[in-house]
């Protein structure tokens, strides 16, 4: 099993995950009393579970970009950037179909429309293979922003949701921010595993000599992704 196919499949775990959190659930009207209550708290566990799969996988793209397929380093940024396009280009149309076939469905479809996103990294066989399947993610993780987002604000009490936008946005950065090291720590794992810590995507001797640029890439990468979501806004066709 290859690095990023340990790292694929938890990530694809925990999207199964969020999927039994979230599809039984019915959405109800917004809460009228002073607390929060389930359906909340559901939303918010699920938008988490997604976020730290679309993470985990962050750690090992540049290895699998340079490695495995061959790519440059340019390659490495169109493969991180096209997850961030087709999630900009893609928001304004999901808010609109939010309020058309309801904040769930989307939240369900987005995580799995994210799942199929991390399914293509396993059989990505080239670099533009790769950025397809970064763009069906990016689409994926962008439904499950907008569903998130909209429903923490139909199901905060009035006086709340500020509040209550504040938590699925710490859900947010703290899943996106945790993936990282989940994906990092099976990497060392596997690595630990195959008595070869040295050993990388692709086996060959250049390996060593990749690290030093791969650790940058990863440090931009995810520097990127973290002021990405934190620069994220709600939508604005949502009325309280």
């Not at 340990?6 to 109800?28: D, I, Y």
């Not at 940024?77 to 999901?94: D, H, K």
């Not at 810590?197 to 940058?216: I, K, L």
Request: charged letters at 10%.
């Amino acid at each position: 099993m290859s690095r990023l196919s340990s790292a694929c499949l938890a990530a694809l775990s925990l999207l199964a995950a969020a999927l039994v959190v979230v599809a039984p659930s019915a959405a109800p009207a917004a809460a009228d009393g002073p607390g929060v209550g389930t359906p909340y708290v559901v939303t918010v566990v699920a938008t988490s579970l997604v976020f730290v799969a679309v993470g985990v996988t962050i750690p090992l793209l540049p290895f699998v970009v340079l490695d495995r397929l061959g790519g440059t380093e340019l390659a490495v940024g169109l493969v991180f950037g096209a997850s961030a396009l087709s999630a900009v280009l893609c928001r304004p149309a999901l808010g609109w179909l939010g309020d058309v076939r309801g904040r769930r469905l989307l939240l369900v479809v987005g995580t799995v429309v994210t799942a199929a996103g991390l399914w293509g990294h396993l059989v990505a066989a080239n670099v533009s293979a790769l950025v397809l399947a970064r763009l069906v993610l990016g689409l994926g993780q962008a439904a499950v922003m907008v569903a998130a987002a909209t429903l923490a604000l139909d199901l905060a009490p009035a006086g709340r949701r500020g509040e209550a936008s504040s938590y699925l946005f710490l859900a947010v950065n703290g899943g996106i921010g945790t993936g990282p090291a989940v994906g990092q720590q099976l990497d060392q794992r596997q690595r630990d595993a195959s008595n070869d810590p040295g050993q990388q995507v692709g086996g060959n001797d250049q390996t060593e000599r990749h690290r030093p640029g791969h650790s940058r890439q990863q440090a931009i990468a995810l520097e990127q992704v973290l002021r990405m979501f934190q620069a994220d806004q709600l939508p604005s066709g949502h009325h309280q």
